[in-house]
């Protein structure tokens, strides 16, 4: 099962440009986390945000989470082209278990 | 640097074969896991581990098995592999709690032809 939709599929933007992912998921969660995967390699684990946070910052990346709305949102500021990539939400279930969007993919260009 | 480890970044086996997915973590981590990633699709957990010895069918365990015998061991088996098959296999691992990121591995293309 999908549980995280991410919104928009696909993104192009102009290097120093931001980027905004959305997410939505359908029941409730323990965290949501983000992941950014390079072309044709794995995942790499950006950020997570527990269910009592509502904001949370690393470097030039800015997560919220709206519970009651059930929607979370990826902010990367003055974005490069090495942000290019594929950017997924993930819900953690029971179990240690995460459940991933189908993801984003950003171009941005140089 | 910690790791997840897939033995193989590109394999190409034949319709029938039994095909062993090997993974491997040096974070004692107690949790791993296989998913799979079609386009389209996302990633679909395919099966999971909480110890050793133990293993638990994700969303879509049907053709495949695992083998958790060693901690830092995680390998999944394709018994009769087909063309539907055909995908990148992405194994992950994370400690205990819940409240953590998971580290994963650079991903296996398997081709079935």
């Known amino acids: 099962s999908q549980q995280g939709e991410e919104d928009p599929q696909a993104l192009s933007i102009q290097e120093g440009e931001n980027a905004t992912m959305n997410c939505s998921y359908k029941t409730s969660i323990n965290n949501l986390q983000w992941y950014r995967q390079n072309s044709g390699r794995g995942l790499v684990h950006l950020i997570l945000?527990?269910?009592?946070?509502r904001e949370k910052h690393s470097g030039r990346l800015r997560v919220t989470l709206d519970t009651s709305k059930k929607s979370s949102s990826l902010l990367i500021t003055a974005s490069r082209a090495a942000d290019t990539a594929s950017y997924f939400c993930a819900k953690m279930e029971y179990g240690n278990k995460l459940v991933f969007g189908a993801g984003t993919i950003l171009r941005v260009k140089s | 640097d910690v790791k997840v480890t897939q033995s193989s970044r590109y394999l190409v086996k034949r319709t029938g074969e039994k095909v062993f997915l090997e993974c491997v973590q040096d974070?004692?981590?107690?949790?791993m896991f296989w998913y799979r990633q079609d386009p389209g699709l996302g990633l679909r957990l395919i099966y999971f581990?909480?110890?050793?010895?133990?293993?638990e069918k994700g969303d879509i365990p049907e053709g495949y098995s695992v083998s958790r015998e060693k901690k830092e061991r995680f390998s999944l088996i394709l018994e009769s592999a087909s063309t539907n098959q055909t995908s990148m296999y992405l194994c992950?691992?994370?400690?205990?709690?819940?409240?953590?990121?998971?580290?994963f591995g650079s991903g296996t293309r398997l081709t079935v032809v």
């Open positions: 945000i527990r269910s009592n946070e």
């Open positions: 992950a691992s994370v400690r205990g709690t819940g409240y953590y990121g998971y580290t």
């Open positions: 974070m004692d981590h107690e949790n």
């Open positions: 581990s909480y110890d050793v010895k133990m293993k």
